[in-house]
């Protein structure tokens, strides 16, 4: 079974710190994103990766970036945190591009919270 | 623009009452839908998806290109069902899906 593990269930920071999100996968998966989910707004596409060291701007990328420098590990970042990205952020997995649209494997999910 | 419509944030039905999911979506090209389930404190799962063509947990949706639609149905709903569900549009040879906006659906006993 797919497991995808995200480093933090809650997360308290404040505005204008820099914040990582964590992210692993264990089945070798080549595409790895990254959303944000809001009550009312669902899931929005923040970024995603196809492999490593490639990335690929979502719906909603401004004041994130990503890093992947390992095929397992996909990190968020917020550069300068803002009170309007508390969320819940959603970490994700599929195994290929090729082919037919892959099921997407998610994490718990981590809370952010910024004050 | 590819786009996913779920008109109902809420749905609520008694024990052993049919459901209808409503999904809308939009898309020039050939679609490939599929619907989520996140149950309270659980994370989101994969419910079905319209090419495997299957019924899981007695839920079934059919594609239909004409309405461009993905409805998801169960025709007696049970109380473990209360969750939020929601539709995704994929492309051949994409790799991000597009999400809706989810329908909690609460199944009173």
């Known amino acids: 079974d797919v497991k995808v593990t995200q480093s933090s269930r809650y997360l308290v920071k404040r505005t204008g710190e820099k914040v990582f999100l964590e992210c692993v996968q264990d089945?070798?998966?080549?595409?790895m994103f990254w959303y944000r989910q809001d009550p009312g707004l669902g899931l929005r596409l923040i970024y995603f990766s196809y492999d490593v060291k490639m990335k690929e701007k979502g719906d909603i990328p401004e004041g994130y970036s990503v890093s992947r420098e390992k095929k397992e590990r996909f990190s968020l970042i917020l550069e300068s945190a803002s009170t309007n990205q508390t969320s819940m952020y959603l970490c994700?997995?599929?195994?290929?591009?090729?082919?037919?649209?892959?099921?997407?494997?998610f994490g718990d999910g981590t809370r952010l919270s910024i004050l | 623009a590819q786009r996913v419509t779920q008109p109902e944030k809420l749905l609520s039905v008694f024990k052993g009452a049919p459901v209808e999911l409503k999904c809308n979506y939009s898309y020039s090209g050939s679609p490939e839908l599929f619907w989520y389930v996140q149950y309270s404190r659980q994370r989101l799962q994969l419910l079905l998806r319209?090419?495997s063509r299957e019924s899981i947990k007695g839920f079934t949706a059919d594609l239909n290109k004409g309405e461009t639609s993905f409805h998801l149905k169960k025709p007696f709903a049970q109380e473990e069902d209360s969750a939020m569900y929601y539709c995704a549009l994929g492309s051949l040879g994409a790799d991000k899906l597009i999400f809706g906006t989810g329908t909690r659906l609460q199944v009173f006993p």
């Open positions: 994700a997995s599929s195994l290929t591009r090729r082919g037919p649209n892959q099921p997407q494997h």
């Open positions: 089945m070798d998966h080549e595409n």
């Open positions: 319209h090419i």
